[in-house]
């Protein structure tokens, strides 16, 4: 029920809204994106070995029993910040406790990121840029200069691709996450 909102997105999310402006930009008022997944780009080369370890059949239930010991989730989740000591022991158990608390989670992570390594999905976001070209509600860009995933190079090729964009803003000393 609700006809119109603002919308704050981020990777994933981020591709999901630069759908949106294709197919219902009516229903955003104004939008900030930050470190997103857009164009082809996606999944990041930075992630990919995660990424495929994960799907790898023989490799999986490897990788997910790893996944329970601070070293590899540091290792992990390593390459989405620019400060390490960002990542507390606290916050990668966070981060990783969801996908390994049972076989259901890993299975439904595992289809995820088929889904993303299936060069074909790289097309919806491609298939968006049409809409965004469009789209002129005021967008801001919040983005983590040290982002080696979705680094300044997409904020500046979004920033020309959607005229509604007000402004980019970097944080220095920010990388992905």
């Known amino acids: 029920g609700i006809q119109q909102a603002d919308f704050v997105t981020a990777d994933h999310g ?3 809204l630069q759908l949106m402006m294709r197919d219902h930009p009516e229903r955003i008022r104004r939008a900030v994106i930050t470190n997103a997944e857009a164009y082809d780009n996606w999944p990041s080369e930075p992630e990919r070995p995660y990424l495929q370890l994960v799907v790898n059949p023989w490799l999986s239930p490897l990788f997910r ?7 590899v989730q540091r290792e992990v989740f390593g390459v989405a910040v620019h400060r390490q000591e960002a990542f507390t022991d606290e916050v990668l158990y966070a981060y990783t406790r969801a996908h390994i608390a049972t076989p259901e989670r ?3 992570l595992q289809r995820f990121f088929r889904w993303q390594l299936d060069p074909e999905h790289n097309r919806v976001t491609m298939d968006a840029v049409d809409g965004m070209r469009r789209f002129d509600k005021p967008t801001l860009l919040l983005w983590g200069r040290q982002d080696t995933n979705f680094g300044p190079a997409i904020a500046e090729r979004l920033a020309s691709d959607i005229p509604g964009v007000v402004g980019v803003t970097y944080l220095e000393n920010s990388a992905h996450m």
């Open 14 to 16: 981020a591709a999901t």
């Open 106 to 108: 890993w299975a439904r």
């Open 65 to 71: 029993f790893g996944l329970q010991f601070t070293a």
